[in-house]
């Protein structure tokens, strides 16, 4: 987002700028754009991922294991 920020800073500046500098400038908002919807998209809420259960815990038994 910061450098989203800068970069349209530097593409709406009231002053001239190499024309190195603005092509830097306009792949960098792009790029800063595409990252700030693509962090957006994968927001992953606890609802839509199941707990795991801890390392140490002890496994279910199945329907096919008696207890005998």
């Known amino acids: ?20 500098v603005v092509t830097v400038a306009g792949y960098v908002l792009t790029a800063g ?7 957006q998209l994968t927001v992953a809420t606890d609802a839509t991922i199941p707990a795991l259960p801890p390392d140490n815990a002890a496994p279910e038994p199945s329907n096919n294991e008696t207890n005998e």
């Open 1 to 20: 987002m910061v450098l989203s920020a800068i970069a349209t800073a530097v593409l709406t500046a009231p002053v001239s700028f190499p024309p190195l």
């Open 33 to 39: 754009t595409v990252a700030g919807a693509i962090s």
